[in-house]
């Protein structure tokens, strides 16, 4: 019993030593985290979500989208996040401040979501559908350093009411691939969020906020509930365009 006593302290010690610097230790520290005021602007910084964005972390959450879908862009050294365009620069401890829930994933079936709301993401996006009235905006998208640089002037080249537009339009488009996402891409692994939705029937002139989808029967038409609605303000949120001293490249 004797011989047991000095080996049972020993994995107890190992035991508590871990816990406090892998745990209790960073528990502290990240709890001491504040805003970071911009110098130049006197924005403080990460803002904070307002309305029904955070109503929507509890949608996304309770949807199940953080089994899929990852919220942290990884530095060029640890992958390719900055290459495929998820970000401008790396995902830091800050950027989660605010958040009721770390939602960093826990695997990537689907792309990373870090900046899905974006002036860089919502562009590049609408730019791959080929939409008309992206036609004369020329945008390169090779590195990752170009990205950084061009990020902030991305929102610059459209005014209040242009960009108005392309906010609607993407937001019609993330409606639409939570509806019938294979209605969208054949191949998408992501399952529908019909029950986000209400089926009802067309009355006259069809409503402005329905879907787009040949994916509802005969004289029907989808239109996003509250709890979608929730989601996509949240989503449309999700933006860590800021620039944050820890997270220079």
């Given at each position: 019993m004797q011989r047991m006593t000095p080996l049972?302290?020993?994995?107890?010690?190992?035991?508590?030593f871990g816990w406090l610097g892998v745990i209790l230790i960073p528990f502290f520290q990240f709890g001491q985290q504040e805003v970071f005021i911009d110098p130049d602007t006197d924005l403080s910084l990460p803002p904070a979500p307002t309305g029904e964005a955070i109503a929507g972390e509890d949608v996304y959450?309770?949807?199940?989208?953080?089994?899929?879908?990852?919220?942290?862009?990884?530095d060029l050294h640890q992958g390719s996040d900055l290459l495929r365009g998820w970000g401008g620069r790396r995902s830091v401890a800050r950027d989660y401040m605010f958040k009721s829930s770390a939602t960093l994933g826990y695997m990537r079936l689907g792309?990373?979501?870090s900046n899905i709301g974006s002036a860089q993401r919502i562009i590049k996006k609408m730019k791959l559908y080929e939409l008309e009235r992206f036609a004369d905006k020329d945008w390169?998208?090779?590195?990752?350093?170009?990205?950084?640089?061009?990020?902030?002037?991305?929102?610059?080249?459209?005014?209040?009411?242009?960009?108005?537009?392309?906010?609607?339009?993407?937001?019609?488009?993330?409606?639409?691939?939570?509806y019938a996402p294979r209605g969208l891409h054949e191949w998408s692994l992501m399952p529908s969020y019909k029950s986000l939705f209400k089926e009802i029937p067309v009355v006259g002139m069809p409503s402005v906020h329905a879907?787009?989808?040949?994916?509802?029967?005969?004289?029907?038409?989808?239109?996003?509930?509250?709890?979608?609605?929730?989601?996509?303000?949240?989503?449309?949120?999700?933006d860590q365009g800021y620039a944050l001293p820890e997270a220079s490249p």
């Open positions: 049972f302290f020993g994995i107890l010690g190992l035991t508590i959450l309770a949807q199940g989208c953080v089994y899929c879908h990852s919220q942290q862009v990884r792309p990373d979501l390169k998208w090779e590195t990752a350093e170009e990205r950084i640089k061009n990020s902030a002037a991305l929102r610059e080249e459209y005014s209040d009411q242009e960009w108005k537009i392309v906010e609607n339009e993407y937001e019609k488009y993330l409606l639409q691939r939570l879907v787009e989808t040949d994916q509802v029967k005969a004289g029907f038409q989808a239109v996003p509930g509250p709890e979608a609605e929730a989601l996509i303000a949240y989503l449309m949120s999700l």
